[in-house]
């Protein structure tokens, strides 16, 4: 496995510190954020799931607890948009240019606005995906948030 991805690239580019940490991933699991967690040995509410979702035709990247759900509700008005859904997995893949269970909000091909859940930026270090299924960052969530340019909202069902 690569340790070197168009993420661990862009965020090198943007001078935001990181560490990154591989574990063993299951293409079967459930819950692909929380069989992280437990790899990885820590609570699910500090490995964050990067969703690709459509808030009024529009792609937006959303960055959530993987012990969470997203309220659609709650992402269309962080947005001040009247809906929003669930891309489907080969569309996301086309506009990240990752595949489903290595979509990184960073290096992203074409680059969608990102929203953050608010909670998220309460824990001093989170494990965002890497860019590669099994690797993920560990890295400060306000700065992950600065460099996203990311709307910090409430979005969490």
Not at 13 to 31: E, L, N, R, S
Not at 135 to 155: F, G, I, S, T
């Amino acid at each position: 496995m690569s340790k070197s991805t168009r993420a661990t690239t862009a965020l090198e580019q943007a001078g935001v510190t990181f560490t990154v940490h591989a574990y063993a991933y299951d293409p079967d699991a459930d819950k692909i954020g929380i069989q992280a967690a437990e790899a990885l040995g820590v609570q699910p509410d500090r490995v964050l799931k990067t969703l690709m979702t459509l808030v009024d035709g529009k792609p937006v990247c959303v960055i959530v607890p993987s012990d969470r759900e997203v309220s659609m509700k709650k992402l269309a008005a962080a947005f001040q948009a009247k809906s929003a859904q669930m891309m489907k997995p080969a569309d996301a893949e086309r506009a990240t240019g990752y595949k489903v269970g290595g979509i990184s909000p960073f290096g992203q091909m074409k680059p969608a606005r990102t929203a953050i859940e608010e909670q998220a930026l309460a824990h001093p270090l989170v494990f965002v995906n890497g860019g590669q299924r099994g690797l993920q960052v560990r890295l400060n969530p306000r700065e992950a948030a600065d460099m996203l340019k990311a709307v910090v909202a409430p979005l969490v069902a």
